[in-house]
Every structure is written in structure tokens, then in C-alpha cells.
């Protein structure tokens, strides 16, 4: 099946500065990856949906100065966190999609990301 | 998007056979139904899609009923390696805010011997 990576795996970081992560479709390519966040006990919570070559969209209520995504090819898409705070710290996920436009796509999910913000 | 709705955990005993069932009375027309499962801190792994009848695979089969309201997971024989959390998602074409998929609170299964 498709692989999805993420790098890194784990991350701590101090409070004020900036994490990014990185999600690669492995062996297809992906017109449109999504970014998670899970914090302990909890469900996933979509943050935002980024398509290649063009600007994400953000769920209500994720900051989008903050949590920048960056599509810029159709196997890479990074999440940088600014200014992490520890109450950033979470499990980060992303997910990738094959898009073909009026089909139903799969999609496939990296192993995440522990961001621990001191 | 289709909310859906869980048991929030259940036991098993290893061998038995587990039903989780979720309930998705807002499904669209376009809307496939798909259950995720997922361990402790990895990303969630696909586990079986259909649309509507009965769909089997090697690890699960996955019931829906006519109306399409609910589903159904079946997990034959359980091991202890099945205890995780099992998401049950609706989501449409690729189309739009519809290719979301959205994420319930997912039902926490735990197989003990």
C-alpha cells in the first residue's frame, strides 16, 4: 500500500521557538495532504487541508500565522509551529491523499509526530 | 459532514468474535464508510471501506444496512493485538469540504486472555 512518512518522529523543543515537520508520500503522488492534531485520550482533530502549489485551508479556530503548511510539491508538505508553547505540545499527523476529482480517495496516514514543547 | 457516533470502549476476550457497531444517520448519498484502526502513538492504519451491503477483507468484514444509517465492524477472532482504538468516518467524492474526513471519538477496544 501507500507509504506515508513523517520527520521527525519525535521533537522537544524549548518554548519560543519555531518545529517544523515533515510529511512525504513515499511512493505516489498526493494532490492533497492533511495535518492532524491528537492529544492524549483524544480523537483526531483536523487542522487544516493543503493542496499542492496553492495557499491551505484551516479549520476553525487553528491559527493559521502560527501553524504555517507549505505544499510545495506533490510528495512533500511541512507544518512548521512558530513560537511553540508547551500547550502546543501534541501528537502532530498527517495524511495523504490521491486526488481525482468526483472519485472517492483513500487516504493514507504517516506514523506522527511527538512535538514536546519545554 | 456526517457525524457519527460510538460506543466509546468495549472488552473482548481473546477469540471472541467483536462487533462494533456506529451510527451515521446524516450519511449523504455520496458517502462511503470507512473504519480506521489506530495504536498509541502511530498515525491511523485503514482497515476496511464499503458503501452499502457486506464488504470482507483479510482482517474484517464491515456490514451496512439498506439505509445506510449505521455500520458495522466485525473483527473474527480477536487477539490481544487488536486492542486499539477503531474509528468508524463517513466521507464523500473528492469534492470540495466533502473529501474531509472527520474524525469521531472512535471506540477503544481491549482484548484481554
Known amino acids: 500500500g501507500a507509504v506515508v512518512s513523517q520527520h521527525p518522529s519525535r521533537v522537544i523543543c524549548k518554548s519560543g521557538t519555531s518545529v517544523k515537520i515533515e510529511c512525504r508520500s513515499l511512493?505516489?503522488?498526493?494532490?492533497?495532504m492533511f495535518w492532524y492534531r491528537q492529544f492524549p485520550k483524544q480523537s483526531l482533530m483536523l487542522m487544516a487541508t493543503?493542496?499542492?502549489?496553492?495557499?491551505?485551508?484551516?479549520e476553525q479556530g487553528v491559527e493559521k500565522d502560527k501553524f504555517l503548511i507549505n505544499h510545495a510539491s506533490l510528495t512533500l508538505s511541512t507544518l512548521t509551529v512558530t513560537s511553540a508553547h508547551p500547550e502546543d505540545s501534541s501528537f502532530y499527523i498527517c495524511?495523504?491523499?490521491?486526488?481525482?476529482?468526483?472519485?472517492?480517495?483513500?487516504?493514507?496516514f504517516g506514523p506522527g509526530t511527538r512535538l514536546t514543547v519545554l | 459532514l456526517a457525524k457519527t457516533t460510538q460506543p466509546i470502549s468495549m472488552d473482548s476476550y481473546e477469540g471472541q468474535e467483536v462487533n462494533i457497531t456506529c451510527s451515521h444517520n446524516?450519511?449523504?448519498?455520496?458517502?462511503?464508510i470507512t473504519w480506521y484502526q489506530q495504536f498509541p502513538s502511530q498515525g491511523p492504519r485503514f482497515i476496511i471501506q464499503g458503501y452499502k451491503t457486506k464488504v470482507t477483507n483479510e482482517v474484517a468484514s464491515l456490514f451496512i444496512p439498506a439505509d445506510r444509517k449505521s455500520s458495522t465492524l466485525s473483527l473474527p477472532r480477536v487477539s490481544l493485538s487488536d486492542t486499539a482504538v477503531y474509528y468508524c468516518l463517513v466521507g464523500g467524492l473528492n469534492t470540495g469540504t466533502a473529501s474531509k474526513l472527520t474524525f469521531g471519538t472512535g471506540t477503544r477496544l481491549q482484548v484481554t486472555l
Open positions: 511512493d505516489f503522488q498526493a494532490t492533497t
Open positions: 493543503s493542496n499542492e502549489g496553492s495557499k491551505a485551508t484551516y
Open positions: 495524511s495523504a491523499r490521491v486526488g481525482e476529482a468526483g472519485k472517492y480517495n483513500e487516504q493514507f
Open positions: 446524516n450519511i449523504a448519498t455520496n458517502d462511503y
